[in-house]
């Protein structure tokens, strides 16, 4: 996925570690790849913690092995999860990875990606990447997506975005993720162009790559987008895209006044790698709360789902076709476990997951009902309806919320009480200081249950970044508060 161009020119940066130029990418890719061999049909984890070390081990194992991006988030208590998707041969790291300690003690082979081992360079090859994802099991599921299903995403992310040999993406999405691989970091690089590395990058070493290398584009979930306006001004920045998770139209509306360059949304997932849909990059004059735009690279459908969806009549499970779409299914097509309906002008609109609908006596309550009731209250600032399971195999309708303002669980209930149908009536509302959220920014319901002592706890959530409900933002915990 390196494009052509001057093989002097910069074309990758990142934080602690000198500039690459095209050629010098090649060259080190090549020469990994031929430290890996030949591993036909072997599955190679690459384990590496520097974004860098990871952008060069997957270039080079393309083609030569079948290698899989182990989350950076992961600890090493985490890593045997992850061999449900088949144990590794070989073990690709650098010097910061917790995986190879845990690879030696399994007695599987390590490689270490900064070892200084001279040697002959061979071919780049196009191949799988396997990329982990939870679904909606909360367990770690190996997604192996092919040479077509990459070439289709990346090819069709540079002509969407009008990407060129002047553009510099800026990176701060994981490369265990479809969103900070292919898109930010392939499809930047395939174009002729260059990508500065920095996930997780601290708001001064962002300031300082930025100065750098000024960003034309960045594409990243909405919780990593709000950092933009501490590192300060973009001067050559054209547009923000987020995908994995919806951009709140207020969060839109204060990066776009900020930069004066639009902030779209697109969707796509794991098996749907680039996009699936996509807003314009064009400013908006008012935005539709959960619309992620039009289809692009992908055919959209919307199947009737039995679900009390209150003010979206229309609302059903929402399945997708394409080149880029790994579906496993003999008619091409991939049931995505979200709900949404599409609008008039052809707009798809994400309302949430089939599995987080409550089924309460028979009627199936769609989340996003209670939800769009409760955050018209002006003292809320953001709520979460989700299953309680009981013993007796029922379950009930949570609601957690986060207040802005002096109200109440009481005055919160008696809220929803006038507007809401009984079935859809939270049965328990907590108040919580934020929710919890993924590294993509997903809310995850699943957790809110358990995470607020509620049901006995559930295997861990790899990719799960987040701060309790229950704690505070400088650790102290605070219970919290039910009716």
Sequence with gaps: MIGPGDENQIVVWSQGRPPLRRGDLRLRAAQLAHRIGDRSG???????????????????????????????????????????????????????????GWARSAGIATLDVD??????????????????????????????????????????VIGILGLSPLDISLGIAPLDHTLGLLTSAFAALAAGGGVVLAPGGSVSSLRHL??????????????????????????????????GAGMPPDLAERLENRYGVPAVNAYAMTEAPGEITSQPLVRAASRRSGSVGVPTLSRVEIRPADVAAGPDPDIGTVWVSGSNILTGSADGRLNTGDLGYLTTDGELVLTGRLDDVVNRGGEKISPHWVETVTAAHPDVAECAAFPLPQATGDTLLGLAVVLRGPTDERTVRHYLAGRLSPAALPHRIYIVPQLPRSARGKLTRRLLAVQLGLVASTPPDPQAHHQPPGHSTTGTRSKPRKT
């Design 210 to 243: 930025c100065a750098q290398a000024p960003p034309t584009w960045c594409a990243a979930a909405p919780t990593a987008m709000r950092l933009l306006p501490a590192i300060g001004d973009l001067p050559a920045l054209r547009f923000l895209r987020t995908s």
């Design 115 to 156: 070892a200084t081992t001279p040697g002959p360079d061979v071919d780049l090859r196009a191949g799988s990447i396997g990329l982990w994802t939870s679904g909606s099991t909360g367990r770690p599921r190996l997604v192996e997506l092919q040479p077509s299903h990459i070439e289709a995403a990346v090819t069709g």
């Design 42 to 100: 072997e599955l190679v984890w690459i384990a590496t913690a520097d974004p860098r070390a990871t952008l060069l081990a997957v270039t080079a194992a393309m083609g030569r092995c079948r290698p899989a991006v182990v989350p950076v988030t992961v600890p090493a208590g985490g890593l045997p999860a992850l061999c449900s998707g088949g144990l590794p041969t070989l073990v690709v790291h650098d010097s910061a990875s917790v995986a190879a």
